[in-house]
């Protein structure tokens, strides 16, 4: 009965979440329902003790995280350095090759450390004229945002300012830059594979007589007036490259020479350096970054104070989200059922650690629909297992990081994703038009290169 309430509990989150219900609802109440039919379990204190401990301590780990990204996203917006950036790609690129201006313009955004929703609302004005100009099938382009904005950047090339990138940091003592030789193959396979696959169908619906097609255009209009004052592509482009080259920086001389030995006391969490330099890094590039965009942009702001309360204001929704589908999954993972889902997961490549992992983060992640969320339950339930398996096999830990990371944007962008609805709102294409497209770069590719690292990974390469 008890693994019943689990599977019953799960598959109604995927399909409330499908049906527009919000996971902040969904995630108390079927955590409970999952208790309830496990029988003999105390509910309240379950709810208090173990569902709002989890989601108060992911919010204390990754809230700074969700919050500066959500501000850097829209000080880049408001300040105009995102059109600027994508209009520089676009002429380079040319219009001709509109799927790559695209998919390019939206990826440096999103490397850069601005959030994929910002990216998406700041690209689809300026991607849908491209789109329309080159005649290219409008259906395509909430694929092209998706490839550009929620694969490659979002869980493959090193150094990436995604939560998706920084999740496993404390759980593998690792930093964004895991496995970089590995990531960025698997972000090549992302970016060529996907690439390729859209040209092609592109060229098959212009061989049939598909164009652009007649679509109702109300709600395309950019964020920023047409005739807007936007900077000069250095100036745009400072910000992006600050929060790469200072992440680095940060991660990899200035946090390692600090003498930390304070972190081992307990009002300080007993910790470690390396258990928490990764995160340390991000918080204080994007801090800088900021900053710095907003005197490099002051003149073009029309209130700056109101940008960044925006930006503060749009932080809390996603990371609430996503912390509660944590204390959904530490709910699930105490329940004496979950006992037998962990050792079937664990069971399937016992040899293999790292692919039990990469099939638990997927398995997840496509139940909830969310990647860092996906992520975040396997690794509550199972990190210190696989952690520890890794290391008895003499598996690297950066390795574990970026599968992990690769297996979250798997399976997380079934029809339910949160951001694959979002993204098909603002292109106003629908599921039976577009997802296909969607599925294929977002989830089928992404699976191909984890299953590559993997291959190479397990060979010592």
């Not at 490397?111 to 849908?128: D, E, R, T």
């Not at 904005?149 to 979002?154: I, N, P, V």
């Not at 592109?202 to 005739?227: I, M, V």
């Not at 969490?269 to 005197?295: K, Q, Y």
Request: aromatic share 8%; hydrophobic share 55%; proline share 5%.
């Amino acid at each position: 009965m008890g693994l019943f309430g689990i599977v019953l509990s799960l598959g109604l989150l995927m399909y409330l979440a499908y049906r527009g219900i919000n996971v902040l609802i969904l995630a108390p109440l079927l955590a409970m329902l999952a208790v309830l039919l496990s029988g003999g379990l105390p509910v309240l204190a379950t709810y208090t003790q173990v569902f709002m401990k989890s989601l108060g301590g992911y919010v204390i780990t990754y809230f700074p995280l969700f919050l500066l990204g959500a501000i850097f996203g829209k000080v880049m917006a408001d300040g105009g350095a995102a059109r600027t950036i994508a209009e520089r790609i676009v002429d380079w690129v040319g219009a001709g090759r509109a799927i790559l201006a695209v998919v390019l313009a939206c990826g440096v955004l999103t490397y850069g450390g601005v959030s994929l929703f910002v990216v998406a609302f700041a690209i689809y004005p300026i991607a849908n004229a491209l789109f329309r100009r080159a005649d290219v099938p409008k259906r395509l382009l909430p694929a092209a945002i998706a490839l550009g904005s929620f694969t490659f950047t979002m869980t493959a090339f090193p150094g990436t300012p995604a939560i998706q990138n920084a999740i496993p940091i404390p759980f593998f003592g690792t930093n964004v830059f895991a496995a970089p030789l590995l990531g960025t193959l698997a972000g090549m396979i992302m970016l060529v594979g996907g690439t390729l696959w859209l040209n092609r169908r592109r060229a098959s619906a212009q061989g049939k007589g598909e164009g652009y097609g007649e679509h109702d255009e109300t709600g395309s209009d950019s964020t920023l007036p047409a005739d807007a004052t936007l900077p000069s592509f250095p100036v745009a482009i400072a910000p992006v490259v600050a929060v790469i080259v200072l992440n680095a920086l940060f991660t990899y001389v200035l946090i390692p020479m600090m003498s930390a030995d304070y972190l081992a006391e307990p009002q300080y969490g007993e910790t470690s350096l390396s258990s928490v330099a990764g995160i340390w890094a991000i918080i204080v590039s994007l801090t800088i970054s900021i900053v710095l965009a907003i005197v490099l942009n002051w003149s073009r702001f029309k209130d700056v104070l109101e940008t960044v309360n925006t930006g503060t204001m749009g932080s809390l929704l996603p990371v609430f989200n996503t912390a509660s589908e944590v204390g959904y999954g530490a709910v699930i993972a105490s329940l004496p059922a979950f006992a037998l889902i962990r050792d079937a997961v664990l069971g399937l490549f016992p040899d293999n650690p790292v692919a039990s992992l990469a099939v638990a983060v997927n398995v997840l992640a496509g139940i909830t629909g969310s990647a860092s969320g996906g992520m975040s339950i396997a690794l509550n339930a199972l990190g210190e297992q696989f952690a520890q398996m890794g290391q008895e096999q003499g598996v690297s830990m950066g390795l574990m990081h970026r599968v992990t990371s690769l297996s979250s944007g798997g399976f997380d962008a079934l029809p339910h994703n949160g951001a694959v609805i979002t993204l098909l709102a603002i292109t106003g294409m629908t599921h039976k038009k577009s997802y296909s497209d969607i599925f294929v770069v977002a989830v089928a590719i992404p699976v191909v290169a984890t299953i590559t690292v993997i291959v190479l990974g397990s060979l010592g390469l």
